[in-house]
């Protein structure tokens, strides 16, 4: 059964960091993983999807890496801002068609 | 972008009612849509997965009767909630894949409370 785990569970920073968040999975079989952005009391939007055969997909600040037999995602977010205050969750996908499990997240706090 | 919707966004019911609520994927057809179940502070948990013109197909421990789905079309699918609990009471999210693609677009959630 796959397991995502996000650390830190919580990460306070000053704008203008830049900052790493982690994800591990225990089963390296994925199709894709993705990375999302949920705001108190609101739904998940899309930030990067990376496929099992690419190593990373980037986004304006945000950098998405992939590293399929460590079992090992990270995002990083270049000169944060306090917009960027939010939970971010990394989901893994098994199948193309199949499920998609996710990590608990990680609530990030940008002070200005 | 692709959107998906949700209806009601935030319901309050007393126990025992049932509740309905809607996804609806406003500009593309989804041939699959999976409804989630998130707890405070916690991650989003699949629920079952919904396929159009099929039974959907409910995770381990989901009881099938009381979480009723139905995908009747390729841009809606409901999720009800039979006799509802107070223990029921949480954030249920849908989501839609683009059909032909593996891209899945969620809706904003719908706050369930029961009292």
């Known amino acids: 059964k796959q397991e995502v785990t996000q650390i830190p569970a919580a990460l306070s920073v000053p704008e203008g960091e830049n900052l790493v968040l982690n994800c591990s999975f225990t089963?390296?079989?994925?199709?894709?993983l993705q990375w999302f952005r949920q705001d108190p009391g609101k739904g998940l939007t899309s930030l990067l999807l990376i496929q099992s055969s690419q190593r990373e997909q980037t986004s304006g600040r945000l950098n998405a890496s992939l590293d399929k037999s460590s079992g090992r995602s990270t995002l990083y977010i270049a000169a944060s801002q306090p917009g960027d205050s939010a939970t971010y969750l990394c989901?893994?996908?098994?199948?193309?068609?199949?499920?998609?499990?996710f990590g608990d997240g990680t609530t990030l706090t940008v002070k200005p | 972008g692709a959107v998906v919707s949700q209806h009601p966004s935030r319901v309050i019911c007393k126990s025992g009612t049932s509740v309905k609520i809607e996804c609806r994927s406003l500009?593309?057809?989804?041939?699959?849509m999976f409804w989630y179940r998130q707890f405070p502070k916690k991650s989003l948990m699949l629920m079952a997965t919904?396929?159009?013109?099929?039974?959907?197909?409910?995770e381990q421990g989901v009881e099938k009767d009381k979480f009723l789905i139905n995908h009747a079309s390729l841009t809606l699918s409901t999720l009800t909630v039979t006799s509802a609990h107070p223990e029921d009471s949480s954030f249920y999210i849908c989501?839609?894949?683009?059909?032909?693609?593996?891209?899945?677009?969620f809706g904003p959630g719908t706050r369930l409370l029961v009292l």
């Open positions: 919904s396929n159009e013109g099929s039974k959907a197909t409910y």
């Open positions: 089963d390296s079989a994925i199709y894709n």
């Open positions: 500009d593309f057809q989804a041939t699959t």
């Open positions: 989901a893994v996908k098994e199948t193309n068609a199949g499920k998609s499990t």
């Open positions: 989501s839609a894949i683009l059909t032909g693609t593996e891209t899945q677009y």
